[in-house]
Nanobody
Framework: QVQLVESGGGLVQTGGSLRLSCAAS????????MGWFRQVPGKEREFVAA???????KYRDSVKGRFTISRTNDKNTVYLQMNSLTPEDTAVYYC????????????????????WGQGTQVTVSS
């Protein structure tokens, strides 16, 4: 059974940093795209960053240059390093598994991701 467990969320001041982790099990994740999404109450879940099976990455425009997604295949773990955080980054962050192999760039649509973690809260105070 596929399981994803996020950790690393918390409360941080504007300009601070956090590193989220997503520990995956139940699948050989090195061949799958992995993504990070976030959601605030009353809004749709939105794409943040993703990494393809080949290591290629994609980011939403508002986090480019501040967030970095990476993976360690031997540990089945995906990370999201978040720097220069702002209150607009406040949300519940979810990791998810995407398509196996697939395109050279990972997808950004939540509909292309099948398994999801339970989420971790990130709160950025002003």
């Amino acid at each position: 059974q596929v399981q994803l467990v996020e950790s690393g969320g918390g409360l941080v001041q504007t300009g601070g940093s956090l590193r989220l982790s997503c520990a995956a099990s139940g699948r050989t994740f090195s061949t799958y795209a992995m993504g990070w999404f976030r959601q605030v109450p009353g809004k749709e879940r939105e794409f943040v960053a993703a990494i393809a099976w080949n290591g290629n990455t994609k980011y939403r425009d508002s986090v480019k240059g501040r967030f970095t997604i990476s993976r360690t295949n031997d540990k089945n773990t995906v990370y999201l390093q978040m720097n220069s955080l702002t209150p607009e980054d406040t949300a519940v962050y979810y990791c998810a598994t995407g398509p196996r192999f697939g395109s050279l760039l990972p997808p950004a649509s939540p509909s292309e991701y099948d398994y999801w973690g339970q989420g971790t809260q990130v709160t950025v105070s002003s």
